[in-house]
């Protein structure tokens, strides 16, 4: 026998694959009385959400850069208090005040700035883990 070759008009959704008809199996509309097929505009969508999301960096990145510059800011006195001169050990939590001398070094000591002249840099605590953190000034 011979096989017929025979063509499906447009209309029809045949699958030559699998020998079925799958009109009911596709995800777009499949004949001309079906309503037209028409893409969102989701332009403002996008607008307010791309609005947000760099918002979202924006304040992250805030956040950071104020996390970045306290922790140099604790850099720079712990390098300036651990190469100042003092001759005792620190007590943990006890608060110290950092002078510079005259000749410009900076010196550690447990006088108030107000029951002295020397010129005041700042009020330190030395937390457990060794680290020196700034306390509110005397003075205010």
């Known amino acids: 026998m011979k096989k017929e070759n025979t063509k499906k008009p447009d209309q029809v959704v045949f699958d030559e694959k699998t020998q079925k008809y799958d009109a009911a199996l596709k995800p777009y509309s499949t004949n001309l009385g079906a309503p037209a097929i028409e893409i969102d505009d989701i332009t403002?969508?996008?607008?307010?959400?791309?609005h947000k999301v760099n918002h979202h960096?924006?304040?992250?990145?805030e956040?950071?850069?104020k996390e970045y510059q306290a922790m140099m800011d604790t850099f720079e006195y712990n390098n300036l208090i651990y190469s100042a001169k003092f001759?005792?050990?620190p007590v943990i939590g006890q608060v110290y005040h950092l002078y510079r001398?005259?000749?410009?070094e900076p010196f550690l000591s447990i006088i108030s700035p107000e029951e002295c002249s020397w010129e005041f840099i700042g009020s330190f605590t030395?937390?457990?883990?060794?680290l020196w953190e700034r306390v509110a000034d005397p003075a205010n």
């Open 87 to 89: 001759s005792f050990e």
């Open 44 to 50: 403002t969508w996008k607008n307010n959400n791309v």
């Open 63 to 65: 956040t950071l850069r």
């Open 101 to 104: 001398a005259k000749d410009g």
């Open 126 to 130: 030395l937390s457990t883990d060794k």
């Open 57 to 61: 960096f924006k304040t992250k990145f």
